[in-house]
């Protein structure tokens, strides 16, 4: 018996949406293949600059509190202990971590970098994103005044009180920034190729103030100029506070990457945890306005 012309037309109507469904239904080899971004960043086999090791780079010294004992390998400071911590994320143990020095400067400069990425109290600006790409921020900071005790600097209440003063800060910093653009003193800032030299020049009465980090601040009145004070610290400028990021060559497969671990180091708890172990210090100062 032959199927009536009404009930053929239904059987054909049937094929026909079954084979668009199918036609249209994801292949299980394409739907088990990762999104190229999870494949790029998959842990331990980043494209990074040698096969199977991250390089990490800093400045010769590297100060307290950010490192320890002039010694980034060694895990110790806040820096060190975030530099692993996102290795780690990474998929790279201690001992698939390979260190080098950069000067701070050269860090955000144009050109071609020698590292994976750089970590080194890099302030994220939108003039040094122009010739690298940073993580993102690691830790926020403010900027503070360091003077010695008793003398006028020290006195400064304000930040008119501080026009006056002789100010010192690193070439190339947030800090030396904050002079220029925050204080305008009457007298042009005194800068310095490394923060040594600021702080000698504290010491030996070449200026009356210098402008760090807040941390960095604690640290040189409390065991490197004892008879040096924190003056005060500057209220952010602006809505977005300063951040430290990591730098990296412009233009980096590796940046999203990393900026993912920075980000999940914050999310978890662990950023904070660090913070807390070696900055705990650099809490509270007296906001200069």
């Known amino acids: 018996m032959h199927p009536a012309p009404r009930a053929l ?53 590297a100060y307290e509190p950010w490192f320890k004992d002039d010694k980034p390998a060694n895990g110790k400071g806040f820096e060190s ?26 860090a955000f400069a144009p050109g071609e970098k020698t590292f994976d990425f750089d970590i080194n109290q890099v302030s994220v600006s939108e003039e040094r ?20 005790k008793g003398s006028k600097a020290a ?16 070439v190339g910093t947030t800090s030396l920034n904050y002079i220029d653009d925050v204080v305008k003193p ?29 941390p960095t601040a604690f640290y040189i009145t409390g065991a490197e100029i004892t008879d040096a004070t924190i003056v005060g ?19 980096s497969a590796l940046t999203s990457c990393v900026s993912r671990a920075v980000d999940a180091l914050r999310e978890d708890g662990t950023l904070a945890k660090i913070e807390q172990q070696w900055l705990s210090d650099a809490v509270d100062a007296p906001v200069l306005k």
């Open 9 to 61: 037309r239904r059987a054909a109507v049937a094929v026909v949406v079954l084979a668009a469904a199918v036609s249209c239904a994801p292949q299980p080899e394409e739907a088990d293949k990762p999104s190229s971004a999870g494949k790029a960043c998959e842990k331990g086999e980043l494209a990074t600059r040698t096969s199977g090791k991250l390089t990490i780079a800093t400045d010769e010294p």
């Open 186 to 214: 009457k007298q042009a800032a005194a800068v310095y190729a490394k923060n040594d030299q600021a702080k000698s020049a504290l010491k030996n009465g070449q200026v009356d103030a210098i402008v760090v980090d807040l």
């Open 129 to 148: 994103k122009k010739a690298v790409d940073f993580s993102s921020g690691y830790y926020d900071v403010r900027q503070a005044v360091v003077a010695l």
């Open 155 to 170: 006195k400064a209440k304000s930040v008119a009180d501080l026009k006056g003063v002789k100010l010192g800060a690193q």
């Open 81 to 106: 202990a975030v530099a692993y911590a996102v290795a780690e994320r990474l998929g790279y143990g201690e001992d698939k971590v390979a260190w080098q020095t950069v000067p701070f400067n050269k």
């Open 233 to 251: 610290q500057f209220a952010h400028q602006g809505g977005t506070p300063e951040q430290f990021g990591l730098v990296l060559d412009k233009g």
